[in-house]
Nanobody
Framework: QVQLVESGGGLVQAGGSLRLSCAVS????????MGWYRQAPGKQRELVAN??????TNYADSIKGRFTISRDSANTVYLQMNSLKPEDTAVYYC??????????????WGQGTQVTVSS
């Protein structure tokens, strides 16, 4: 079982920064990919950024150049968010994609952390 715990959300003014952390209960090296998604009120959950096991990253167009996904050598994934805008306000979720040979193919989600950007 893979468990994810997010932290680091909060209230920030437009133009400010936040760093989200996702603590993973297993070694990240055994997961296919890690990612951050967000869901604003009345909208569908959308991909913000992900990082593959090999290290390649992918970003949503709306946050390119402002957000950076990274990971440490063990079990934590980060999302550095700079130049925040009110439209970045959402609940941010950490996601893990697991698969063979270590795990059954599954998606795992954290409980979410609220990010609110005031104008």
């Amino acid at each position: 079982q893979v468990q994810l715990v997010e932290s680091g959300g909060g209230l920030v003014q437009a133009g400010g920064s936040l760093r989200l952390s996702c603590a993973v209960s297993v070694s990240i090296s055994r997961l296919n990919a890690m990612g951050w998604y967000r869901q604003a009120p009345g909208k569908q959950r959308e991909l913000v950024a992900n990082i593959q096991r090999g290290g390649s990253t992918n970003y949503a167009d709306s946050i390119k150049g402002r957000f950076t996904i990274s990971r440490d050598s063990a079990n934590t994934v980060y999302l550095q968010m700079n130049s925040l805008k009110p439209e970045d306000t959402a609940v941010y979720y950490c996601n893990a994609q697991a698969g063979p040979p270590w795990y059954k193919a599954s998606d795992y989600w954290g409980q979410g952390t609220q990010v609110t950007v005031s104008s």
